[in-house]
């Protein structure tokens, strides 16, 4: 079946039969299936490519690169991590990275937490405004961020801090704790959505055996539905890793200094920085985009999962 | 809508009635929604009605509150004619985002799922190389295509045209004429893509299509294959099977899928301003953040008005999703 599925129109019955007589083999090679491979694998050239290409560059001297008429596509003269290593220095990218841990942390950590407080009220039990509170949530997570900054930037600049916590404006805006509200507030309506779709999956028996058994409605959250969501929490916490981490708009507009700045949105800086020296600038983008990298490779199961977990309702 | 849920929720009883709890429970389920709803709501629900609201006013963000003053629709009147130009050519850059988002990685993501869903070889191989450029951000994403692809020295377009001598290059990114112009009524100036915009849709698209490509397989894999073979029993052709069995079953995610593209449509910034935001390369997000501060102080209610427009355009299809979501469960 799956030979006429792949591509029947492109490659006709007569050509088929032909290949299958002049072989003369037990499993004559398909022609649609080569084709279909020929179209994935030139797909997947092409999505390899940008990466791959700045990999290669960021490992050359630009003048090297620059001036041969080849461009990139030319054999080594040299290959260096030094283009890392300067990015490194100059991006101050350490800063920006603690900044970014500092951020990325809590705010996952709140999230999920504060999510699944959410999705647990609304999926357990049944109040009069369930449906109106995951849909106020999920309407507000869809809502380019755009159409919120101006008010959020004032009310930002409006409320006070201690000047532990804000030493720089005084204000919520400038500070990491202020981010960190932010990313919680907007994330907290898609987490909320992919947790109370799963656990309305849970049989109802098992919070009512609990709660015969005197458990209190905290500790049928701690000790029963949330060991149960381990699988939806390890999804989504990857999720909004790469999320939170990649944050560039909330990171440029509420944090006005640089150098408070965390990692993905001092990018900014990179491209004025070293405008001309494009393998420089590869480099800088690589180490930027590694901690992402590493953690889809390592967690693309649950990366995915947490997507579809999205898309698809229970 | 809230009237429908109120009935239906009583008379189903699937989850336990609030009122069979205890005070204490009560208290602790009251907590654990109030905080993030308190939360959600200060920091995304009320400025997105603020943003309406100071749409209306004039205020430059620096003095207080006191100083706000109502125009009436004087900044949308504004923005229509004075600024008449970047707001245009925004909604055209906006549109066109659209419109190529849909036609090209969209539906090649959706054509990149049919495909791995039909159990071939390596599916596992290829899908993690597809979705790949998704787990980047697209600021990061603009800057690599700027280093490697559009770099005038030594990129990948310049090289292959044989362009990367000096004197002969061609500045992708810079490049802001206008591949074609037209006039429309009551626009002074004529309207058209830039070659730079267009350019950097290619980037774009590289990473939409492996987004779009997860959620649909995710969809095709709940598709029960015994209706497709049932169509091919009767003679149906491929083509003609997707179209009238597999693409209409899966209108949830098709709703999705179109909701997503058109919102990633319209809150694309992150690309853009992360290569400063050249000429030709204006968006509606980015008209919004210009007028956050400057040159003492902000131009908040000008702002507000292009969040509005903003607004407006995603908010039917907001209602959309969320009635293709949430419509099981009010019955």
New interface residues.
Partial sequence: ??A??????VVSEGVRERVATATGRRRPIRWS?VV??T??IS??I??????A??FY?SLRP?AE??SR?????TFPKKLSFANYSSAFKQGDMGRHLWVTFLIVVPALILTLL??S??A?????????F???????????N??????????????YSRIPLPSSISPNSGHLNNTIFGLV??H???Q??FC?FVLSNYMKTIP?EL??AASVDGA???KQ?YRVILPICRPALAALATLEF?WI?????WA??LV?RGNLRPI??S??N???QFLTD??L??A???M??LP??I??LIL?KQ??SG??LG???G | M?TD??TA??RK??????SQ??S??KR??GF??G???V??????????L??IF?SFTKWD?LHGISSVRFVGFRNYWEIFTVFEDTLSAAIFNNVILLVFLFFGPTLFGIL?AY??D???R?TRV?Q??????V??????VG???????F?P????L??VL?R??AGHQIDWLGDSHKVFSFHIPFLDNAIGPSKNFLVILA?IA?RHA??IM??Y???LK?FDPSLR?AA?IDGA???KTFRRVVFPTLK??NV?VV?ITI?EA??T??II????APLGMEL??LE??K???GEGG?N?GR??AY??V??VL?IGF??W??VN??RE??T
């Avoid at chain 1, 092409?46 to 990466?51: A, E, G, T």
């Avoid at chain 1, 647990?120 to 009069?128: D, E, G, K, P």
């Avoid at chain 2, 020295?153 to 990948?156: A, V």
């Fill in positions: 079946m799956s006429t599925v792949a591509g029947g129109q299936r279909l491979h179209f994935l797909t997947a092409v999505m390899i490519m940008p990466i290409l700045a560059a630009y690169t620059s008429k080849g461009g990139l596509f504060l999510a407080f959410v647990f009220a609304v999926s357990r039990y049944s109040f009069r369930n449906l109106v509170l995951l849909m106020l949530f999920t309407a507000g869809l809502m380019p961020q755009q159409v919120i900054i101006l008010p959020l930037f004032q009310i509200l932010i919680i507030a907007f907290i309506g909320t109802k919070g009512e209190s409605v905290p959250f790469t981490y990649n944050d560039f708009f440029v507009t006005s993905t949105s990018i900014k990179l491209s004025g494009d393998n600038v590869a800088g983008s690589l930027i985009a992402t990298l953690v889809y693309q990366f995915i997507l579809t898309a698809n309702k | 809230s849920l109120t929720v009583p009883r699937r989850r336990r009635r609030y709890l205890t204490g429970d602790a389920l654990m929604t905080i993030p709803t939360i959600h709501v200060a920091f995304v629900t009320v400025p997105a603020l943003t100071l963000g990149l495909l791995l039909k159990n071939i390596g290829y993690s190389i597809y979705y790949f450029p787990v980047l951000s697209l600021a990061v800057i690599i295509w700027k280093s490697v692809i770099s020295g030594q990129g990948l310049n090289t044989g990367t001598k980037a590289w492996g987004y997860v959620l397989l995710a969809g709940s073979e091919m052709n491929e083509w949830p995610i999705i909701v919102i319209l809150r910034y992150d301003a992360a290569l400063r509606i997000s919004v953040t007028n956050l501060l902000g908040v702002g507000s969040g509005v903003l607004l995603c907001i209602i999703y969320l979501n949430f469960e009010q």
